[in-house]
């Protein structure tokens, strides 16, 4: 099957699945959309939350690298408040250890408590008070040497003169005070390759204010570990402390310690996410006095990857709801298009013409009201149908009875005008007028005409009225009255002669002089009435009572047969508003109402 035929057939054609496909998708947008919605929320919820660990990991590693520098700066600050100190400090700075020696041994001979302002002494107790720190180096720029402190060992003199190495050039360089360690002075020292930073403060005379040396102070980056590691919740990505040349001193993920990040330009002014290779999220501190900055850095990628397991749970159930909202409309829509094509099939045997189909739906909803209403339809048009037929039968057994001379009617009328000539040879006026409207009557009644109205059916009662007038002379008259607006009003042939008929037979009392009969028609609203009156034996009220009952029966059979027939086809072609109605007294005659709806030529009546 091609896809434009499946459309056609499936969708196109078909409402419920056009329905489906509609209350489907609306489903699945819907909560999709929710999905998206909710997870972007989530993870913005994620991200503010990382970024405020990353804030605190920032500034925790801050502080920690902000409170060793202040502690360098403070320990010039001593130099240069303590007098003795720092003369013993200058002293130290310009001249050669083995004079500075034997200074201290001259002064500790003179007082012995001299020690306590020995620079020696101070830095040494200085190292042994701070377990972070690696080492402790003053260095000389009158005498090129540098004194080592060294965490948990001796202190040695190390000489740094231009000859032998770039020391002296790199002391005299302007620098920034938190830095790496310099290659040389590790190099000097024998220092090994363990993660460092270093804090360099200048020293100067009191007096003078010219520089005498620099004190450098290496410190262990594991103290800044520690710091993190403290934390309640860790934090994704790292931390780094870089230098103001974008040199690495600090990195929690070991990857970039010593080397020269690369990224560094585009932490100057970050916000929001920055490229770092990837997509991260950023947090800086700068200081800019000791010319560090601390760098917290999240790849999002990372921040993803942990939420990727409520991400996971959001399409699960995300995926069961839609399955969910789709599956109930669809086994509902499905059972209401399975009625539906019942229906369909139901009124297309109706169609062809199979009335005995009956629907078998006993649900109380619409379509339950449907079929309930279609299966009354169908009882009801059986029903018509059967009385429509009937009513075709008597119409055609009227005609029959009243004359079985329609075989042949033209040498029906030959003969009858071959009697009335004779009878007007032999001077019998009266029989030829009698077969005159006899003739008459019969041509009228076998005529056939497409619209048979009032006018046509008084004409023929008054022919049939003529030939008992001439066969009873004085002793019998009778008179029509009709409104000329309703004598083209149409109506069913064969109404009022059976019931004149049956006065004739019935009513008619030929010892009596004063018989008479009268038919009048007139209009009363939208209807037209007939009455025909008469003043003949009427009717005993147990018989007029029998009559009435028998007017009710659907038998076209028996006694009353043209009363009957009569009223039958009045009520099945107008409908239950119209009939006949008869009323009676004994010795006082009769008065036969008829009545039927106005119509003209070429209306229709639903009945």
Same mark, same amino acid.
């Given at each position: 099957?091609?896809?434009?035929?499946?459309?056609?057939?499936?969708?196109?054609?078909?409402?419920?699945?056009?329905?489906?496909?509609?209350?489907?998708?609306?489903?699945?947008?819907?909560?999709?959309?929710?999905?998206?919605?909710?997870?972007?929320?989530?993870?913005?919820?994620?991200?503010?939350?990382?970024?405020?660990?990353?804030?605190?990991?920032?500034?925790?590693?801050?502080?920690?690298?902000?409170?060793?520098?202040?502690?360098?700066?403070?320990?010039?600050?001593?130099?240069?408040?303590?007098?003795?100190?720092?003369?013993?400090?200058?002293?130290?700075?310009?001249?050669?250890?083995?004079?500075?020696?034997?200074?201290?041994?001259?002064?500790?001979?003179?007082?012995?408590?001299?020690?306590?302002?020995?620079?020696?002494?101070?830095?040494?107790? +200085?190292?042994?008070?701070?377990?972070?720190?690696?080492?402790?180096?003053?260095?000389?720029?009158?005498?090129?040497?540098?004194?080592?402190?060294?965490?948990?060992?001796?202190?040695?003199?190390?000489?740094?003169?231009?000859?032998?190495?770039?020391?002296?050039?790199?002391?005299?360089?302007?620098?920034?005070?938190?830095?790496?360690?310099?290659?040389?002075?590790?190099?000097?020292?024998?220092?090994?390759?363990?993660?460092?930073?270093?804090?360099?403060?200048?020293?100067?005379?009191?007096?003078?204010?010219?520089?005498?040396?620099?004190?450098?102070?290496?410190?262990?980056?594991?103290?800044?570990?520690?710091?993190?590691?403290?934390?309640?919740?860790?934090?994704?990505?790292?931390?780094?402390?870089?230098?103001?040349?974008?040199?690495?001193?600090?990195?929690?993920?070991?990857?970039?310690?010593? @080397?020269?990040?690369?990224?560094?330009?585009?932490?100057?002014?970050?916000?929001?996410?920055?490229?770092?290779? @990837?997509?991260?999220?950023?947090?800086?501190?700068?200081?800019?006095?000791?010319?560090?900055?601390?760098?917290?850095?999240?790849?999002?990628?990372?921040?993803?990857?942990?939420?990727?397991?409520?991400?996971?749970?959001?399409?699960?159930?995300?995926?069961?709801?839609?399955?969910?909202?789709?599956?109930?409309?669809?086994?509902?829509?499905?059972?209401?298009?399975?009625?539906?094509?019942?229906?369909?099939?139901?009124?297309?045997?109706?169609?062809?013409?199979?009335?005995?189909? +009956?629907?078998?739906?006993?649900?109380?909803?619409?379509?339950?009201?449907?079929?309930?209403?279609?299966?009354?339809?169908?009882?009801?048009?059986?029903?018509?149908?059967?009385?429509?037929?009937?009513?075709?039968?008597?119409?055609?057994?009227?005609?029959?009875?009243?004359?079985?001379?329609?075989?042949?009617?033209?040498?029906?009328?030959?003969?009858?005008?071959?009697?009335?000539?004779?009878?007007?040879?032999?001077?019998?006026?009266?029989?030829?007028?009698?077969?005159?409207?006899?003739?008459?009557?019969?041509?009228?009644?076998?005529?056939?005409?497409?619209?048979?109205?009032?006018?046509?059916?008084?004409?023929?009662?008054?022919?049939?009225?003529?030939?008992?007038?001439?066969?009873?002379?004085?002793?019998?008259?009778?008179?029509?009255?009709?409104?000329?607006?309703?004598?083209?009003?149409?109506?069913?042939?064969?109404?009022?002669?059976?019931?004149?008929?049956?006065?004739?037979?019935?009513?008619? +009392?030929?010892?009596?002089?004063?018989?008479?009969?009268?038919?009048?028609?007139?209009?009363?609203?939208?209807?037209?009435?007939?009455?025909?009156?008469?003043?003949?034996?009427?009717?005993?009220?147990?018989?007029?009572?029998?009559?009435?009952?028998?007017?009710?029966?659907?038998?076209?059979?028996?006694?009353?047969?043209?009363?009957?027939?009569?009223?039958?086809?009045?009520?099945?072609?107008?409908?239950?508003?119209?009939?006949?109605?008869?009323?009676?007294?004994?010795?006082?005659?009769?008065?036969?109402?008829?009545?039927?709806?106005?119509?003209?030529?070429?209306?229709?009546?639903?009945?």
């Amino acid at each position: 099957m091609s896809p434009a035929r499946f459309y056609r057939k499936y969708i196109k054609s078909n409402m419920f699945t056009k329905m489906l496909l509609t209350i489907s998708l609306i489903a699945v947008l819907t909560i999709v959309t929710l999905s998206i919605v909710m997870y972007y929320f989530l993870f913005q919820s994620a991200v503010s939350s990382e970024l405020d660990i990353q804030r605190g990991a920032v500034e925790r590693v801050e502080r920690s690298v902000n409170s060793k520098y202040e502690n360098v700066q403070s320990y010039v600050n001593e130099l240069y408040r303590n007098s003795s100190l720092g003369i013993d400090t200058s002293y130290f700075l310009m001249n050669t250890f083995n004079e500075y020696m034997a200074k201290r041994m001259s002064r500790i001979a003179d007082n012995v408590q001299a020690n306590t302002d020995s620079v020696l002494a101070y830095f040494k107790q +200085r190292i042994d008070d701070d377990p972070d720190i690696e080492n402790i180096m003053l260095y000389s720029a009158e005498q090129q040497y540098m004194y080592v402190y060294k965490q948990g060992s001796m202190t040695r003199l190390y000489p740094a003169n231009a000859t032998h190495s770039y020391i002296p050039d790199v002391m005299a360089m302007e620098s920034q005070s938190v830095t790496l360690p310099n290659l040389w002075i590790r190099k000097l020292t024998g220092e090994p390759e363990m993660p460092l930073y270093s804090i360099r403060v200048p020293i100067n005379d009191m007096s003078t204010y010219k520089n005498l040396g620099q004190l450098l102070v290496f410190y262990r980056t594991d103290a800044i570990n520690s710091v993190l590691q403290g934390q309640e919740e860790p934090m994704k990505g790292f931390v780094m402390v870089m230098s103001g040349d974008g040199r690495v001193l600090f990195d929690s993920s070991g990857r970039y310690y010593g @080397e020269k990040y690369m990224y560094a330009d585009r932490l100057v002014q970050s916000k929001g996410t920055v490229d770092l290779g @990837e997509e991260s999220y950023v947090t800086t501190s700068a200081h800019s006095q000791a010319g560090y900055t601390v760098v917290g850095i999240t790849p999002k990628r990372e921040i993803s990857e942990s939420l990727q397991g409520l991400k996971n749970t959001i399409i699960i159930v995300a995926a069961v709801c839609i399955v969910v909202a789709v599956s109930i409309p669809s086994l509902v829509i499905v059972n209401y298009s399975r009625r539906t094509d019942n229906i369909i099939r139901f009124m297309r045997k109706v169609e062809k013409g199979e009335f005995v189909a +009956r629907m078998q739906d006993s649900k109380d909803d619409q379509l339950g009201q449907i079929a309930s209403s279609f299966n009354e339809m169908l009882d009801e048009l059986t029903r018509y149908i059967d009385k429509v037929y009937k009513a075709e039968i008597n119409q055609k057994n009227a005609e029959l009875a009243a004359l079985q001379a329609r075989i042949n009617p033209h040498f029906l009328y030959n003969t009858l005008e071959v009697i009335r000539m004779r009878a007007l040879s032999q001077g019998a006026q009266d029989v030829g007028d009698m077969i005159y409207s006899l003739s008459m009557l019969f041509r009228n009644i076998v005529q056939h005409k497409s619209c048979y109205t009032l006018k046509d059916e008084l004409e023929a009662c008054r022919l049939y009225l003529e030939l008992f007038r001439i066969r009873y002379k004085d002793k019998f008259i009778y008179k029509m009255h009709c409104d000329e607006s309703i004598k083209s009003v149409q109506m069913i042939k064969m109404t009022l002669q059976p019931l004149i008929e049956n006065y004739i037979v019935h009513g008619l +009392r030929s010892e009596r002089d004063d018989n008479w009969l009268t038919i009048t028609a007139v209009q009363k609203g939208e209807a037209v009435h007939i009455e025909i009156v008469d003043n003949g034996r009427g009717i005993e009220p147990e018989e007029l009572e029998e009559i009435n009952n028998r007017l009710q029966l659907a038998e076209t059979s028996g006694e009353s047969f043209g009363i009957r027939s009569v009223h039958e086809r009045l009520k099945l072609t107008y409908g239950s508003a119209y009939g006949m109605d008869i009323q009676s007294e004994p010795d006082a005659g009769t008065v036969v109402t008829v009545k039927l709806p106005i119509m003209k030529e070429g209306e229709e009546r639903d009945v």
